[in-house]
């Protein structure tokens, strides 16, 4: 048996790394700044990058993610779901789409018509063909206060807006939602691509639906 020692190992020129035709058998720890290929066996400490083509059974284990960017699933089955709800005072509240901030806003103390701002709607071709869902639960008090208008993008959405438009919203026989008073109500919109191109909000048509008068007694 004979032992190699050397600090640096290059091919026979010196320009470049050595071939192992047979492969290398390595029972000590091996450390590189960048590795291309198959590995057999185990990988301790950190691993940076992208890693494609795993085959077998990998057992990963994953402290934490940090996704960013859009990903679009065919087939996505839950065991369990929470929604990301967004909790405001007053009569405008607001949900941010692209920045995680849910599709459901909470209403706290209105003191008048409620209006639903939600921005970051996306308007790019991968977001064709698809609905929008938002709620608005409104915690009601001696007064009841209804959410019935939408800005969307900047573009509004209102229960006043002339029939046909395409910034109007449809209600059930035509009949706009109102609140109730010492309840919870829950105004639900769903916004229809008419076209199916997510260019501009106004391929978007809603229809309102109100669940309420939840009591508090």
Do not use: E, W
């Not at 929470?82 to 209105?110: C, E, F, M, Q, R």
């Amino acid at each position: 048996m004979s032992i190699l020692r050397a600090d640096s190992i290059s091919n026979r020129t010196g320009t470049g790394a050595p071939s192992f035709p047979n492969g290398a058998v390595v029972t000590g720890v091996v450390t590189a700044t960048s590795f291309v290929g198959a590995v057999t066996g185990n990988i301790t400490g950190n691993v940076t990058g992208n890693a494609t083509g795993l085959s077998g059974s990998p057992s990963i284990t994953v402290s934490a993610i940090d996704s960013t960017g859009i990903s679009t699933l065919t087939d996505l089955r839950l065991a369990s779901v929470a929604d990301k709800i967004t909790v405001s005072s007053g009569n405008s509240p607001s949900l941010s789409y692209n920045t995680g901030g849910g599709n459901v806003a909470v209403v706290h103390t209105a003191t008048g018509p409620i209006t639903l701002t939600v921005t970051g709607i996306p308007t790019t071709s991968d977001f064709n063909n698809r609905s929008l869902n938002f709620a608005v639960i409104v915690k009601q008090g001696a007064t009841g206060y209804a959410c019935t208008d939408l800005i969307l993008n900047g573009v509004a959405f209102g229960a006043r807006a002339a029939a046909g438009v395409a910034t109007d919203i449809s209600y059930p026989s035509g009949t706009v939602a109102t609140g109730s008073t010492s309840c919870y109500d829950i105004f639900n919109f769903i916004g229809i691509n008419t076209t199916g191109s997510a260019s501009t909000m106004t391929n978007y048509n809603f229809i309102s639906i109100k669940n309420g008068d939840f009591r508090f007694y």
